[in-house]
């Protein structure tokens, strides 16, 4: 039943693709299909939920497909989870989309193209998560990547466009052909391509490695870990808006479930280490991003780089996880898993919501540099405050949702003291330790771009054009915002409900969340650790209530005095004595220079009126040292092969000679 | 419901609340001592924060709603962080509400609006105030958590109640390791409080300021309240770290006398560790900012070191 809902879901998706295609006016053409995505995001996150609450597996196998496999389709508690997460997003940035579209696309046959691409992209989603066999899974996972890279090439006028979007097409291929591999192990040692019979197959350990391999690059490709991030940071400035939004919140954690299903689900088997790999890789891509989040200016740059920072911090309690298991720890175990779920969900809401402001942003100031904002404030309040509780949550603060799931992260690495090995326990240090000094650095990230792009003064004519964006530009953004809130004040609730899914996939769940009543989170025991969220915002908002009514009476007889700012008596200030993005963050470049390549130029002034130029530039090493050099192997390498075609007959035949010759001892 | 306990909760958080200032006064004090100069009497902070309380507020006229709620946010924050630290008392209820990564938490709230409102009018200082604490804090708060789990992984939680219980009820035991993490947790919290050799407290030397830049707008009753959360913090750092590292005198037992002695050995404590404050500020200079990222990390290193020292060596 709720498995049909899905299928429902699925195909509203592409009736929205299938509608925009005759409509002649871009308005109409945005709304009929936002509102069949909306339609059908509704129906998955329904479907999505039950499955997750239920706790129990439903199949069908559909008649189509190839003639000896047909799809397979199922909804257990962990396809359930990520459909809620995949429709709810969905579902949400459907009442953004229309006005979105309306205000930034001006060509029609543009319009048509990023409706259509945006249904099959949503489709795509949910057919990954829904497949039950390695074929429908490839199929769905190929339409997904091919679907969004005509959204990123979308404005395909603009040279840079064009290249991040071969750059995204290029590395989803490559990791869709290494998730391809890794089925292909699977189905060699079992008996077909469906995930059952995955399941069932035995593998020796040599081949679960190279099982495992596959799946973490192929996967770890799409879900931009480091250093197979460097799509991510090209591709999401580019993209319109609310396809960011739904690329980095939604269709990251559709690799993450990906990989976990490999993992958890079909491999069945844990390594330890695996998890150490999981883990390290998670740590670095954690502080990487971040660090590269920080020196950025242009704003969706950063929220790209951000999100591989989040991955990493998801991957940590994947990596934690997998260590507690192969250990034979199931709770904790379950218990990291958990942590690294509930932070897809809170990351997808609130990077969704950070993408959806970014886009609201730029579609009024028309700025995508975060230097010549500010001041954003007075004139988008509504955004300004829904972003700020996206930025409040990113960077880990209490009572919102990101520090919820950093202190389940912490919680599980403190108990790495029940490991046997005295190595994996000093590593799971490291990664605390690398866990801590992330949330610091994001939270001074997300300080910079509050701080710049909405308060202080505006840095840019533009800026001071911009205006409150629509109402339902608005409404998805509250909703997100609300999402936000709810899930870091009542997480023992939304912990409580993912319970079936560690039940499903480790056969244990977590008995103590509640075990101090629904106020206090107890991950292990009441003894071990409490977070008592909604009293924390309760406690906060008494002593608030207390220090204002003190001080009512003083307000009364003094009310406060409006003048203009100190200027230290030198005169007026002006927008450029601000700190800007560059300059907020240059300690921190100081402090951890090497992290970067950094390009620092001071052009002396050339005249005595004329006061010089400084510009910094800001690469990224993975690039410069890894890509970059490949990309010229790659091309010296092709241009040896043309040595091979000289255009000399006598040569070509003596080829096709050689060839048979080897074919025929082979054969024979 | 408990309610003695919530009772006695409460008044621990209004006595924290109330004493704050001392604290901050009885350094001075004892400072200028140090100094050879006669030096205010121990309660002027108090006489300060009722001077600004009666005084009128000027606000820019660029002030966005934000910088006009953050000394409130800032204030209640830190009051609530007040509320969770075990002060003379164990088994309090308001300590089960947040564990020491959560209170961790609520001093990063505090300093993430503190930062946005020094940056909400768009003047120099404010801007790099709010820059300084952000490169100063991305230092010490990683050192702060993992100098707590060096001691959360040896009582196996991490809840402060839970820390100060064990120590206090098992036999007592040095651990390495508590060496590292009490050393850093002391750097932490000098780093944090905004005292010398990071940042001075004394002055508005332009070229200097740390936190008093964020707050340069600031004025009247607004002013007040984040100074008397500044004060409140430091006297959170002062009870933690004499508590988790010297908790013996903190009362077991909701009982008058066992309260009485564990107010008493807190005043103590609180005394001893504002000498040592003053004497350190009177002897150290200030640090060249750009020295103070050294200082840090090593306080962030030691706390790794304590760390892994702990799972290395300490575990079983």
């Not at chain 1, 496999?69 to 396809?79: E, F, M």
């Not at chain 1, 079992?190 to 593998?203: E, K, N, P, R, V």
């Not at chain 2, 006695?8 to 050879?36: D, E, H, R, Y």
């Amino acid at each position: 039943m709720y498995l049909h809902l899905a299928h429902f879901g699925v195909f509203l998706a592409l009736l929205a693709a299938a509608v925009s295609l005759p409509v002649r006016s871009i308005s109409t053409g945005a709304r009929m299909a936002f509102t069949l995505l909306g339609l059908s995001g509704l129906a998955t996150a329904t479907s999505g939920c039950m499955g997750m609450l239920t706790g129990c597996s439903l199949n069908l196998v559909l008649p189509i497909g190839l003639p000896w496999l047909n799809s397979h389709q199922h909804l257990d508690p962990l396809a359930g989870f990520f459909l809620l997460i995949v429709g709810g997003v969905t579902a949400i940035i459907s009442l953004f989309g229309p006005s979105y579209v309306i205000g930034s696309v001006s060509n029609l046959a543009a319009a048509r193209t990023l409706a259509f691409f945006t249904g099959l992209f949503v489709a795509g989603m949910y057919l990954v998560i829904l497949a039950a066999d390695a074929f429908s899974f490839m199929v769905a996972w190929e339409l997904m990547s091919v679907a969004s890279y005509f959204l990123v090439a979308h404005d395909h006028h603009k040279k840079e466009n064009v290249d991040a979007a071969f750059i995204y097409l290029l590395m989803a291929q490559v990791g869709g052909l290494f998730i391809l591999l890794g089925y292909g192990v699977l189905a060699g040692f079992g008996s077909g391509f469906t995930f059952t019979d995955m399941q069932a197959a035995t593998l020796p350990v040599h081949w679960q490695h190279i099982a495992f391999a596959l799946a973490f690059i192929g996967f770890g490709m799409k879900a931009g870990i480091v250093p197979l991030h460097v799509w991510l940071p090209q591709a999401h400035p580019v993209a319109p808006s609310h396809i960011s939004a739904l690329m980095s919140g939604v269709m990251l954690k559709v690799a993450v479930y990906g990989f976990i299903r490999f993992c958890y689900g079909l491999l069945g088997t844990f390594h330890w280490q695996w998890g150490v790999i999981i883990l390290l890789v998670g740590c670095a891509s954690a502080l990487l991003g971040i660090l590269y989040a920080l020196m950025q200016q242009d704003l969706k740059r950063l929220l790209a780089y951000s999100s591989v920072e989040n991955i990493g911090i998801i991957y940590m309690g994947l990596g934690l996880s997998v260590l507690f298991a192969s250990n034979g720890n199931p709770v904790l175990a379950a218990l990291g898993l958990v942590a690294a779920l509930y932070h897809c969900i809170n990351h997808a809401l609130f990077k969704s919501l950070l993408f959806l402001g970014a886009g609201a942003l730029i579609n009024q100031s028309g700025q995508h540099d975060l230097n010549r904002m500010g001041g954003l404030m007075r004139l988008m309040p509504i955004t300004a405050m829904c972003f700020l509780v996206g930025c409040i949550s990113i960077s880990a603060l209490p009572p919102f949702n990101g520090f919820v799931s950093e202190w389940l992260t912490f919680q599980t690495a403190l108990q790495g003291t029940v490991l046997d090995s005295g190595v994996t326990k000093s590593i799971i240090a490291v990664a605390a330790a690398s866990l801590a000094l992330t949330g610091a650095l994001a939270a001074a990230c997300f300080v910079k771009v509050f701080g710049i792009a909405f308060l202080g003064q505006a840095r840019h004519q533009d800026t001071l054009q911009a205006h409150e964006v629509s109402f339902g530009m608005r409404a998805s953004q509250i909703l997100l915002a609300s999402g936000c809130l709810l899930l870091g004040i009542f997480p023992s609730a939304a912990i409580n409900s993912m319970q079936t899914i560690p039940t499903d996939l480790l056969g244990i769940g977590l008995s103590q969340v509640e075990s101090g009543g629904w106020l206090w989170l107890t991950p292990i025991s009441a003894r071990a650790s409490s977070y008592g969220a909604p009293l924390v915002l309760f406690g906060i908002s008494i002593a608030w209530a207390g220090a204002y009514l003190l001080l009512h009476p003083r307000r009364r007889k003094t009310p406060v005095r409006y003048s203009p700012r100190w200027d230290c008596g030198f005169g007026s200030l002006s927008t450029r004595n601000q700190y800007t993005a560059t300059s907020f963050s240059q300690p921190i470049r100081r402090i951890f220079r090497p992290i970067w390549p950094i390009d620092e130029r001071v052009d002396p002034p050339s005249t005595a009126e004329d006061g010089g130029r400084y510009s910094v530039h800001v690469g990224d090493w993975a690039w410069e040292k890894l890509y970059l050099p490949l990309g010229r192997m790659i091309q010296r390498s092709a241009k040896m092969v043309t040595k091979i075609q000289g255009g000399n007959i006598r040569t070509y035949l003596a080829y096709s000679f050689f060839t048979l010759i080897v074919m025929l001892w082979i054969v024979i | 419901m408990n309610v003695s306990g919530w009772i006695l909760a409460l008044g621990q958080t209004a006595l924290l609340i109330l004493l704050a200032p001392l604290l901050s006064g009885w350094i001075k004090w004892v400072k200028c001592k140090f100094q050879n100069r006669r030096g205010p009497i121990p309660w002027q902070p108090y006489r300060d924060l009722a001077k600004l309380f009666r005084k009128e507020v000027v606000m820019a006229q660029q002030a966005s709603p934000l910088f006009r709620a953050t000394p409130y946010l800032v204030f209640s924050v830190t009051v609530l962080a007040s509320s969770i630290v075990p002060a003379f008392a164990v088994g309090l209820p308001t300590a089960v509400i947040a564990d020491v990564i959560v209170m961790v938490g609520f001093f990063a709230l505090a300093r993430f609006f503190l930062c946005l409102a020094g940056m909400d009018l768009g003047t120099a200082f404010g801007g790099m105030g709010a820059s300084r604490e952000v490169t100063i804090s991305s230092l010490t708060e990683p050192a702060m958590l993992l100098s707590i789990f060096t001691l959360a992984m040896t009582f196996t939680s991490t809840n402060l109640d839970a820390m100060v219980l064990h120590t206090l009820t098992q036999p007592f035991q040095i651990y390495p390791s508590f060496i590292f993490a009490g050393m850093s947790l002391l750097l932490v919290g000098v780093a944090e409080c905004g005292r010398i050799p990071i940042d001075n407290p004394a002055t508005h030397l332009e070229l200097t300021m740390i936190h008093e830049a964020m707050i340069l707008e600031y004025s009247g009753r607004h002013l007040a309240l984040l100074e008397w959360a500044s004060m409140l913090k430091m006297l959170i750092f002062g009870v933690l770290i004499c508590n988790l590292f010297l908790p013996w005198g903190t009362a077991l037992h909701l009982e008058p006398t066992a309260i009485a002695v564990g107010l008493l050995t807190l005043g103590i404590k609180l005394m001893g560790i504002g000498f040592v404050l003053a004497a350190s500020e009177s002897v150290l200079a200030k640090m060249r900012l750009f020295r103070t990222p050294e200082l840090l990390s090593l306080a962030f290193i030691i706390a790794l070191l304590g760390m892994l020292g702990h799972v290395i060596l300490e575990v079983h």
